[in-house]
């Protein structure tokens, strides 16, 4: 067994992950690090080492139009010769806004609808150690405490990221209970998920958006980890293992410390015993992670929001760019803006 | 009363500083930020607001000839002309080594030994805001868990950084239970102290090793933060409240999470009870500290050291690059080779 695939298996050992009678949706974009993913997977199964039915699920974003359609063909052609199953979604991302964001959610409730229908207990992505480290440097540039600094899991429930439309989420489409596993986050680099795709003589598409500097992602990867990768070499495993450092601390932590919040409230109580010193950056962290970006969040929005919560008379909602934030029955939810068509 | 000397006296009266009848040595290395906290806190003296006797202490480690002269001769005026206190230290630096940290240490050596003959109860330095940007970027950089990120302390004991000569510091010379603080560390950043030495119609010197990028403090001021400028314009202000929220999250986890040091030594059984996963991350922080760097350390260093750890067979001594770490009396010591001049 080659050692890419004998790690992904000690991986999925150690996420003690179920190995037959359960179907799972593997999430390939055609790139090299979901091809990996999917290639690795279908080894183990041609193997028999995992008795899973293997649904591969592409989303069509559509956002670069014969580029989109042909990594679609790429995947389902891919797939056919596997003989894996595949799933494909199509849709037009709203281009106003935080694009990557549109498109992330697009693919996301496309993923878990999927997983849904075929009542799959998990949803995997190919996330790599450089997926991890770019995260990290994301969220320690826009702004971040303990919680950003732990960049992804490698296991969580899928739906938390969904913080844009709680009534949507909690009511028309209740979760049932699927997974999202990331099983290359903790040890695969994109070195390796690429060396994996060219030993095994597969192609994979190249995307690119990946290109376009406008997008602050590919600015973390082209410019600045370049620049850090000077001053250690190492930086990716570095800060993916500061990662790791910082979610054993969130973890300990526990809710006595940390602001309990399903990804679109806040519990006021939790918010009102912590010390006044972290409230705002709480509030913001937990922002960041219902906007997806701390952009155009300024002192001001924290401000009255901190206000709405230590005062009984400050009212109900504080208006921010692209949303606001409404206190109800104990809680801060945050709700999107929707875009008008 | 100005700005900058109102918002220094309100960070006084917060950290619960005395305001009368006792000494406090200023490091005054000649620059912006250490010369406006001389002359904000001469100001406070003159206005009465704080009484106590302020001794101006500058270390000249020679390492620029003629110019680190003249830094020492412009202090010297600088103080004669206010009418405060003035101590001079001089050294020649070992350039062998890491030469930014064998300064440092001489430094802190020097500024020790004289709070300690005047029986001061403090040390003042003038670090802003900026610095500790640097400073969470530096151990993000080299690697490193909550306690690097946290970025330096307002407050604390003098003497913990110098791990390097533990016999030294515990036996040679007790510390006098002196003071570290950087009152202008939570608010004033470095154009803040640039401003007010010119309001002031005081020049201050400029270091020209503030340009020499050989240093990787000076790369990552002149390099990576205009970058992380582009990105965030208030990167400066984001990174120095990530150490805050860190240094909560730290503080609040206790001995029970975290391996209690004293900067030298590392508990053996604090060490033992953390999950196996943190212990590595643990080590490496510490010898970070200890060395000031993990430049050269490797994974079988770690690994070597974590056997030290659970097994009484590993005997006693683990060799580093530039120092041995020493199973001792239940703790582990950092031992620094010593530099043969």
Known sequence: MRRFVRDLITEWRRLKMPFEGQTVVIGVSGGADSVSLLLAMHDLWTKQKIRLRLVAAHFNHKLRGEESDADEEFVRQLTGRLGVEFAVGRGSIQTAGNVEQNARRARYDFLRETATKLDAFAVLTGHTINDQAETVLMNLVRGSGPDGLSGMRTVRQLGEEHCSQPDKTSEMLPFANILLVRPLLSWATRINTEAFCNDSGIEYRYDTMNEDTAFKRVRIR?????????????????????????????????????VSSNGSDLNLNDLRVIPEAERSGQIRDWLGR?????????LKHIQAIERLVVSPKSGRTVELPGGKVVKSAGRLIYEENRVEN
């Open 290 to 298: 219902c906007r997806g970006t701390t952009r155009q969040l300024q």
């Open 222 to 258: 082209k410019i600045l980890l370049p620049l850090l990768e000077d001053m250690n070499p190492n930086i990716i495993e570095t800060l993916a293992n500061t990662a790791s450092l910082m979610q054993a601390v969130v973890d300990s932590s526990g809710t006595s410390k940390y």
